[in-house]
């Protein structure tokens, strides 16, 4: 299974496997990881999954849809590193991944 | 203060469902709701965004399902409380009363929580000193445009609010408009007209831009951006108008004395009822083993929890079970004449 590190604003990490198919926000409410809210639940309409993905990983992701982009325009402190979790779907391919997330998500 | 028989908390898809199930069973109802209109994440969030897992309904949009609910609640002409947020929850012998942040109160037996994540509130901007001039200077929507008749205003946001407020604000005066990217996201015919104002220097574009710091003690004089690159710019600003949408904040719910695990209350499946007997919780807010987070949920929800408000309500009479389709009292509180 990929094991996904999540990265807390203050630098503490927390590596967990996630099954493949799910998504980095799924693996971290699943996890009890604190820092991505997921108010909507995953329905792209609410930006609180906000996380920063490094320059290295970054463009190994599928690209972002314009709907995405827009959410992160309501994001907390958005970047040019920034995702919405919900959106990065976990594969074999993604095994390592490290994400940083947010300070808070509202 | 208003009685009623239960007092229902959000008007999102399983409120006003909650509503229509209480309605059938000759209950009456008051709902509050922190936003502006009928309809929840559904008419907030997404719309025109299609569902297609509501049963016997293939397809419709969030603002399609608000308005069948409202129909489909029209018979028991309940009140809405709208622009309102419940404050605070006290027992007074066998009632509920509750009062909003409007101070309008409410006693009823019985409580329904349809409040999905929590209330919506603008978000705000991130830089602690934005509280300072919060209300003054910084403003999350707009009462009265009076207020920025000949000023510099700073407006942050990309989408349709931030791009409504420029174009309208740029008769009275010079807009600076803000961005963190090139592209805004907002109706093609607002996108031009913005263009032409930037043309005639009414307003001005800075992207991809983001708020770096404000600017003044007790009075704000300006703020100063910076973009990606860390190239900064001053900006000199009378008021700062942020649009960045909403977000769910549980708010006051947590203080009324109720279990909350997670942002969610645990409720008993039978009915539906909170650790406080006669406050229920339905829809997103609540969690039980298994729960989903499902609109179709919420309706099932919504219907076991209106009956168990029935013995509060109505301690003297027994309920008694009925189907839409056959009953003659059912049919005449829906105003169906046969």
């Known amino acids: 299974m990929p094991k996904i590190t999540y990265i807390s604003h203050d630098g503490k990490k927390n590596i967990v496997e996630v099954p493949l198919g799910l998504t980095v926000m799924e693996g971290a409410i699943q996890n009890n990881i604190q820092g991505i809210d997921a108010d909507c639940g995953g329905s792209m309409a609410c930006a609180t999954c906000h996380v920063y993905v490094p320059e290295n990983w970054f463009h190994k992701l599928e690209k972002m849809q314009d709907a995405e982009q827009d959410m992160l325009d309501m994001a907390y402190e958005p970047n040019k590193n920034s995702r919405l979790s919900c959106q990065i779907t976990v594969s074999d391919q993604l095994d390592g991944l490290e994400i940083t997330m947010p300070i808070k998500q509202t | ?338």
């Open chain 2, 1 to 338: 203060m208003v009685k009623t028989d239960a007092i229902i908390i959000g008007a999102g898809p399983t409120g006003l469902f909650a509503v229509h199930q209480l309605g059938i069973i000759g209950l009456k109802c008051e709902v509050i709701d922190n936003l502006n209109r009928a309809g929840g994440q559904c008419i907030e969030l997404y719309p025109d965004k299609p569902i297609y897992d509501i049963p016997g309904i293939p397809e419709c949009t969030g603002e399609e399902l608000t308005n069948g609910l409202l129909k489909q609640i029209e018979p028991f002409k309940n009140n809405f409380h709208l622009n309102q947020r419940v404050e605070e929850v006290k027992q007074e012998k066998n009632s509920w009363v509750v009062k909003t942040n409007k101070g309008n109160l409410f006693s009823a037996p019985n409580i329904i929580i349809a409040g999905g994540v929590g209330s919506f509130e603008p978000r705000k901007l991130s830089l602690k000193e934005a509280e300072k001039f919060e209300g003054n200077q910084i403003f999350y929507s707009v009462t009265n445009k009076d207020l920025f008749k000949n000023k510099k205003i700073s407006i942050f946001g990309g989408g349709d609010s931030a791009l409504d407020w420029a174009l309208e604000l740029s008769k009275l005066n010079e807009i600076t408009l803000i961005h963190r990217r090139n592209d805004f996201r907002g109706a093609t015919h607002t996108l031009s007209k913005i263009k032409e104002k930037e043309q005639e220097g009414k307003i001005i574009i800075k992207t991809p831009y983001s708020l770096k710091s404000i600017n003044g003690d007790k009075t704000m004089t300006g703020i100063e951006i910076e973009n990606e690159d860390g190239k900064l710019e001053k900006i000199k600003s009378d008021y700062i108008l942020s649009f960045f949408g909403l977000v769910m904040k549980l708010g006051p719910i947590a203080d009324w004395g109720l279990n909350i695990s997670n942002k969610t209350i645990p409720v008993d499946t039978k009915s539906f009822q909170t650790n406080k007997e006669g406050i229920f919780a339905v829809g997103d807010i609540c969690t039980y083993p298994g729960k989903l987070k499902l609109i179709l949920s919420g309706f099932h929800e919504s219907a076991l929890a209106a009956r168990a408000c029935f013995k509060r309500a109505k301690p003297n009479e027994t309920y008694k079970f009925e189907f839409t389709t056959a009953s003659k009292s059912i049919h005449g509180r829906l105003g169906i004449i046969k």
